[in-house]
């Protein structure tokens, strides 16, 4: 049996119990269980309205960082730096400060030491990308929300199902009545 039609009946089993109940409970009573669910399902809603509106907020993801370690300083831009330092202590012998090699000279330094300066400043990141869990909690939350709604509305039909019909079998009672009464006037 396949399991629609396992579900079709258990349902359908679901529904007899009902009406079977509905003879015990009274219309009232079902009118105010009614009512109560009434309230959870507007209490539920608002909740799930709540829960939509802060989900609608929050990051899927976050993205965090992590230093692994700071770069080295390449002992062979040192030596560049070194190197360039004292060609420019040589020339500076020679040369006044605006001379022209002495600028060129100057701009390679600063360059370097610019360029030394970074690495010694600059960090390896590593990124990683994990789900939220505040996310995942408002989520989880949501669905559960929605499943409870959807039970609640589908016990309201069920109930307003089990009321119609108690209706219907009191207008069947009422007319079996009224049709002994005019029986037994005709007679």
């Given at each position: ?10 349902g359908s089993f679901i529904f007899l119990i009902l ?14 269980e009614l009512e109560v669910i009434h309230f959870d ?98 989520t989880q939350k949501k669905n559960q929300l929605e ?41």
């Amino acid at each position: 049996m396949g399991i629609n039609k396992k579900l079709l009946i258990l349902g359908s089993f679901i529904f007899l119990i009902l009406i079977v109940s509905a003879s015990v409970i009274s219309p009232e009573a079902i009118k105010k269980e009614l009512e109560v669910i009434h309230f959870d399902v507007v209490e539920k809603q608002a909740s799930l309205d709540l829960v939509n509106k802060k989900l609608k907020n929050t990051p899927k993801e976050i993205v965090s960082t992590k230093l692994i370690r700071p770069k080295q300083v390449d002992a062979q831009m040192m030596a560049m730096l070194n190197d360039l330092k004292a060609q420019m202590a040589e020339k500076l012998t020679i040369y006044r400060e605006k001379h022209p090699v002495i600028k060129s000279l100057q701009s390679r330094i600063d360059y370097l030491q610019r360029l030394i300066d970074s690495q010694k400043t600059k960090k390896d990141m590593e990124r990683k990308i994990s789900l939220n869990p505040e996310f995942s909690d408002l989520t989880q939350k949501k669905n559960q929300l929605e499943t409870q709604i959807k039970g609640l509305l589908a016990r309201k039909m069920e109930l307003q199902k089990v009321l119609k019909k108690i209706d219907i079998e009191n207008e069947k009672k009422n007319d079996i009545k009224e049709n002994d009464k005019e029986k037994n006037t005709k007679k």
